[in-house]
């Protein structure tokens, strides 16, 4: 049997609920504990017909900075605003405007990643964000494929690294990836 006790889930025991390794991240195992009173122990009861909607079709995600499934384009700040495009319809580089889909983006609520209108594939750090190459891929919602727009900024959620034009080169064709926010013009769209 369990009580809601301030921010506790408690048993009879006086153990707690607690995320398994305090690790926030999907799947975890929810266990009972000893309480200590750290962050992973701690929860709120929110009642199913006060939890807000999540955002639709042309509305803002506040979180996200972005609106749902509304298209855009991402445009360098780099002199030339370039366009952020797929060479080979899979890795991320910058080119002059140019009306195909492969620079049209949206914002799909569901998976929270950034989509291509070319094939509907979302944005991804290659290799699972083991490197700091951009491309998109099928769709898995993985740390590596959420981003949000803040600041002028696409900023992946978990690591917090931010897109840009690798080498800070503005020229045709030159490569995105991911890096350390730094601040330049080169990570700002």
Do not use: C
Not at 102 to 113: A, E
Not at 116 to 134: E, F, H, L, P, V
Request: charge should be positive; proline fraction near 2%; aromatic fraction near 12%.
């Amino acid at each position: 049997m369990f009580r809601k006790e301030g921010d506790f889930i408690v048993n009879e025991k006086g153990k707690v609920l607690d995320v398994s390794g305090g690790v926030d991240a999907e799947n975890r195992n929810v266990i009972v504990h000893n309480k200590h009173g750290k962050v992973n122990q701690r929860w709120k009861v929110i009642y199913a017909d006060e939890y807000p909607d999540e955002p639709k079709k042309g509305e803002l995600n506040e979180k996200f900075g972005i609106y749902v499934e509304r298209d855009f384009y991402v445009v360098s700040e780099l002199s030339s605003h370039r366009y952020l495009d797929l060479i080979n319809n899979r890795n991320m580089v910058i080119k002059t405007r140019n009306g195909r889909k492969t620079q049209i983006w949206y914002f799909h609520q569901q998976s929270l990643t950034i989509r291509t209108r070319y094939n509907n594939q979302s944005w991804d750090i290659k290799s699972a964000g083991r490197t700091s190459d951009m491309q998109i891929w099928s769709t898995n919602s993985g740390w590596f494929q959420v981003f949000k727009y803040e600041n002028g900024q696409f900023t992946n959620w978990s690591n917090n690294k931010v897109v840009e034009v690798k080498g800070n080169k503005d020229q045709e064709g030159a490569p995105v990836g991911v890096w350390g926010n730094n601040g330049g013009k080169h990570q700002r769209w």
